[in-house]
């Protein structure tokens, strides 16, 4: 079973920025596409950036051009580096499995890590 340890969230005002990492345990983590996803209070969950084995990436409109989603396959983490943070960005934000063709679609995923807290005051 994989484990994730999201950190890096925290209280920004809007325009700043913050970098969120997640530490993927186990022999695995080279070999899938990983994502970011967020949860918003009284909203679903949404898949907001995704790397693939192949380093391409992709994502949700609200936060292309301000988010930017790597790897370190050395180091079994993904980090989502966010610019411009605007309020409609607080969320929780976990990292998980994604699909491997780059899309955006959310597969069932059984395990979650517990998430960091991302707040963005106007």
């Known amino acids: 079973q994989v484990h994730l340890v999201e950190s890096g969230g925290d209280l920004v005002q809007a325009g700043g920025s913050l970098r969120l990492s997640c530490a993927v345990s186990?022999?695995?983590?080279?070999?899938?596409?990983w994502g970011w996803y967020r949860r918003a209070p009284g909203k679903q969950r949404e898949l907001v950036a995704v790397?693939?084995?192949?380093?391409?990436?992709n994502y949700i409109d609200h936060v292309k051009g301000r988010f930017t989603i790597k790897r370190d396959n050395a180091k079994n983490t993904v980090s989502l580096q966010m610019n411009n943070l605007q309020p409609e960005d607080t969320a929780v934000y976990y990292c998980?499995?994604?699909?491997?063709?780059?899309?955006?679609?959310?597969?069932?995923?059984?395990?979650w890590g517990q998430g960091t807290q991302v707040t963005v005051s106007s």
């Open positions: 998980n499995l994604a699909r491997n063709d780059g899309s955006l679609y959310i597969a069932p995923l059984e395990y």
């Open positions: 790397i693939t084995t192949a380093h391409i990436t």
């Open positions: 186990g022999n695995l983590f080279s070999f899938n596409a």
